[in-house]
């Protein structure tokens, strides 16, 4: 297993971070800078790449068990760390909050930003992807990993900066081979953990942004939750580092979900 920690305190976060970015080349991204440099004035992050990407050992492709071996993972970087309850940070769909829910000894609080249960549709689900618009989705990610369209396309406005896209592009080559990223993106795509929304029982704070793709998605999430708190900011873009940082002049200014959770986070340590 892979980690790095930045900061000392007195917060532990546990950073689950989206798969297809090593852990390596974070800090080559100004926005992803400025979000981690923003969260070490408060806490000890800690930032790991799950086993089979970047620079982690490789795992077996075992059926119905690549979540609960992430989480697994991310008790072997606490128990290494002498860490015994952190608040767990979710920038990707599932892993943060299945260790809430199965874990909540080790969990002082869960943020989720932008996440989702569910990604396709059914009866009694209707924000998730038509049949369609999954079937041309799955096609896109085989056709196109390793040229950083699956990162930019919930980067909103970032997807505008070629530096941006290029990083993307980099992340995705070298945090997974193609049939690597393949795999575990149709078993994300495949998810359906609305059972476990309900066993969640630790304090959790859901920021979406409200015209974004994934909004209804995060809704859902949000009121299955016994007593989370909800923040909704305007705007479309799903990137959560850097708001207005895909303007040509990179400009540094703290985002929204930033903000939030290290306000969050604080209060909830009194």
Same mark, same amino acid.
């Given at each position: 297993?892979?980690?790095?920690?930045?900061?000392?305190?007195?917060?532990?976060?546990?950073?689950?971070?989206?798969?297809?970015?090593?852990? $390596?080349?974070? #800090?080559?991204?100004?926005? /992803?800078?400025?979000?981690?440099?923003?969260?070490?004035?408060?806490? !000890?992050?800690?930032?790991?790449?799950?086993?089979?990407?970047?620079?982690?050992?490789?795992?077996?492709?075992?059926?119905?068990?690549?979540?609960?071996?992430? %989480?697994?993972?991310? *008790?072997?970087?606490?128990?290494?760390?002498?860490?015994?309850? %952190? /608040? %767990?940070?979710?920038? =990707?769909?599932?892993?943060?909050?299945?260790?809430?829910?199965?874990?909540?000894?080790?969990?002082?609080?869960?943020?989720?930003?932008?996440?989702?249960? !569910?990604? !396709?549709?059914? $009866?009694?689900?209707?924000?998730?992807?038509?049949?369609?618009?999954?079937? +041309?989705?799955?096609?896109?990610?085989? &056709?196109? #990993?390793?040229?950083?369209?699956?990162?930019?396309?919930?980067?909103?406005?970032?997807?505008?900066?070629?530096?941006?896209? &290029?990083?993307?592009?980099?992340?995705? &080559?070298?945090?997974?081979?193609? +049939?690597?990223?393949?795999?575990?993106?149709?078993?994300?795509?495949?998810? $359906?953990?609305?059972? %476990? *929304?309900?066993?969640?029982?630790?304090?959790?704070?859901?920021?979406?942004?409200? =015209?974004?793709?994934?909004?209804?998605?995060? &809704?859902?999430?949000?009121?299955?939750?016994?007593? =989370?708190?909800?923040?909704? /900011?305007?705007?479309?873009?799903? #990137?959560?580092?850097?708001?207005?940082?895909?303007?040509?002049?990179?400009?540094?200014?703290?985002?929204?979900?930033?903000?939030?959770?290290?306000? #969050?986070?604080?209060?909830?340590?009194?």
């Amino acid at each position: 297993m892979a980690y790095q920690t930045i900061g000392i305190g007195p917060a532990d976060l546990l950073i689950d971070k989206p798969q297809y970015f090593p852990i $390596d080349l974070l #800090w080559e991204e100004p926005s /992803f800078l400025d979000f981690g440099h923003g969260l070490a004035t408060f806490s !000890r992050a800690v930032w790991f790449d799950v086993r089979g990407t970047g620079s982690s050992d490789a795992i077996n492709h075992t059926e119905g068990r690549l979540i609960e071996s992430n %989480v697994d993972d991310m *008790l072997a970087v606490l128990d290494d760390l002498r860490c015994d309850r %952190v /608040f %767990v940070v979710g920038l =990707a769909p599932s892993n943060a909050l299945m260790f809430a829910a199965t874990h909540p000894e080790r969990t002082k609080g869960l943020v989720l930003i932008n996440p989702t249960v !569910r990604i !396709r549709r059914a $009866d009694d689900y209707p924000a998730g992807l038509s049949d369609d618009s999954y079937a +041309d989705l799955v096609s896109l990610v085989e &056709r196109t #990993w390793g040229t950083g369209w699956l990162t930019s396309r919930f980067a909103g406005t970032m997807a505008q900066d070629e530096a941006f896209l &290029r990083w993307c592009a980099r992340c995705e &080559r070298l945090s997974m081979t193609h +049939d690597e990223g393949y795999w575990r993106t149709r078993v994300v795509l495949d998810l $359906d953990l609305r059972h %476990v *929304l309900s066993t969640i029982g630790v304090p959790t704070l859901v920021i979406t942004r409200a =015209a974004s793709d994934r909004a209804p998605q995060s &809704r859902y999430v949000a009121s299955h939750i016994a007593g =989370a708190q909800t923040l909704e /900011f305007s705007g479309d873009d799903s #990137w959560f580092a850097d708001e207005g940082a895909g303007s040509s002049t990179r400009s540094r200014h703290s985002s929204p979900e930033g903000c939030s959770l290290t306000m #969050w986070i604080g209060s909830s340590r009194r």
